[in-house]
């Protein structure tokens, strides 16, 4: 499978963007999507991931209250809603694919290429 995420930006903090990633060849029924991210300096962290199909998503707590993460089936497209942005969220977003439940970067493969998200105060 391939993924493309797209719809980064420059952002003021408080404001709301979302992200796609898009998927294109052979179907990963049994895999889950994730969203990381790597701010300038920092490792690459798990932000959100969802089931393929669509269920049962999972966040990492800085994010809860404030991101979805959710699936078009009809477009095999995963989003991230990002909302009450902070200028801590500033970073390059990814998505990828792997082991639902995984929070682990190096569970995952099928690497987009990024679309950077920055959140000015």
């Known amino acids: 499978v391939q993924l493309q995420a797209s719809g980064g930006g420059l952002v003021q903090a408080g404001g709301s963007l979302r992200l796609s990633c898009a998927a294109s060849?052979?179907?990963?029924?049994?895999?889950?999507v994730g969203w990381f991210r790597q701010a300038p300096g920092k490792e690459r962290e798990f932000v959100a991931a969802?089931?393929?199909?669509?269920?049962?998503?999972y966040y990492t707590d800085s994010v809860k209250g404030r991101f979805t993460i959710s699936r078009d089936n009809a477009k095999n497209t995963v989003y991230l809603q990002m909302n009450s942005l902070e200028p801590e969220d500033t970073a390059v977003y990814y998505c990828?694919?792997?082991?639902?439940?995984?929070?682990?970067?190096?569970?995952?493969?099928?690497w987009g290429q990024g679309t950077k998200v920055t959140v000015s105060s």
């Open positions: 990828a694919t792997g082991p639902h439940g995984s929070r682990w970067s190096g569970n995952f493969g099928s």
């Open positions: 060849g052979r179907a990963f029924s049994s895999y889950a």
């Open positions: 969802i089931h393929w199909i669509g269920v049962n998503p």
